[in-house]
């Protein structure tokens, strides 16, 4: 049975910034709703209906159709929901984004973006080394070549360098990210370990820390507390987002453990917040684009 779905376990050591709340269980009375900008739960006759019936539910209906309206360029995977396909024994994949192929790429599109899962003992070879590579590991722990990786070990390597196969003794899931980073004379894989790292300062409530950057976009690690929020701001690149742990508001759409979206660059959000706390892969602008 596959533990996609299962909740990320996270390292023994406990968070500079504690959670303060379990993310809650989907109730699947509710999960159009979180799943898709509410409007798409309407069919058209209950749309028409409920504009016909008063000024209150007139404006909740404009608001559903601008959260459709805004949600429509954005690209969410939840996990459960998508096709497993066999890389080799005890190896799964899942694709939660692949850049379309008859197009440029726009700036700071990755090729792909996947989690594999590796039951014990398994072993791949290893993803194509002719592009750039980014993993995180979001449970268990698992060797790249000679280096061993734990939760919320980052590793990357440059299109060129070769690592090694991708194994793990006990089981792991990791996320996979492959783009089209042209690599620089001095590039070279490395590691950033989750133990060594810390959690610098980054705005009240939310601290960050920077995993990999280039010419204005960067992997990121964000970690905020219960209730932090950050405001309305534009993309210049792709902006991706991974729930590592908690539940957090990107605009109407609720996300959670396992989740991942993909917001276009010169899209924007009106609301980030988190109601539990919560600990986020994303790969995007270094330096957010407020709107005034």
């Known amino acids: 049975m ?40 309407l069919d058209a006759d ?13 404006r909740l209906l404009t608001r559903l159709q601008a959260s459709r309206a805004a949600s429509a360029a954005m690209i969410t995977s939840r996990p459960k ?29 990755p090729w792909r973006a996947r989690l594999l899962e590796l039951q014990p003992g398994s072993r791949w070879q290893g993803p194509d ?36 196969a991708l194994s793990s003794e006990r089981g792991a899931l990791l996320f996979l990210r492959e783009s089209a980073i042209a690599p620089r004379p001095a ?10 790292a810390g959690w610098p300062e980054f705005a009240p409530g939310i601290r960050r820390r920077v995993l990999w950057q280039r010419d204005g976009q960067a992997a990121l690690l964000y970690h905020a507390q219960r209730g932090a929020a950050v405001p309305q701001h534009t993309h210049g690149h792709d902006e991706e987002c991974l729930m590592v742990q908690g539940e957090l508001f990107l605009d109407d759409l609720l996300l959670q453990e396992g989740d991942y979206q993909l917001a276009p660059a010169g899209t924007g959000h009106h609301i980030t917040e988190t109601d539990t706390g919560v600990v986020i892969y994303a790969h995007g602008d270094l330096d957010l684009r407020f709107v005034a």
Request: charged residues 20%.
């Open 2 to 41: 596959s533990r996609f779905t299962d909740h990320i376990a996270m390292p023994a050591n406990p968070l500079p910034l504690p959670i303060n709340a379990a993310p809650d269980p989907l109730d699947r009375a509710m999960e159009p709703l979180l799943s898709e900008p509410f409007a798409s739960a």
């Open 46 to 58: 209950e749309a028409a209906a409920m504009a016909a019936s008063g000024p209150l539910r007139s």
């Open 81 to 109: 929901r998508l096709a497993t396909a066999q890389l080799a024994a005890g190896v799964a994949e899942r694709v939660l984004y692949a850049a379309a192929q008859d197009r440029p790429l726009r700036p700071g599109e």
């Open 129 to 164: 080394a002719s592009c750039h590579r980014e993993w995180l590991v979001l449970r268990g722990s698992a060797g790249i070549g000679r280096e061993q990786l734990h939760p919320r070990d980052y590793h990357a390597a440059p299109a060129g360098a070769a690592v090694g």
């Open 187 to 196: 590039d070279a894989p490395f590691t950033v370990r989750d133990a060594d």
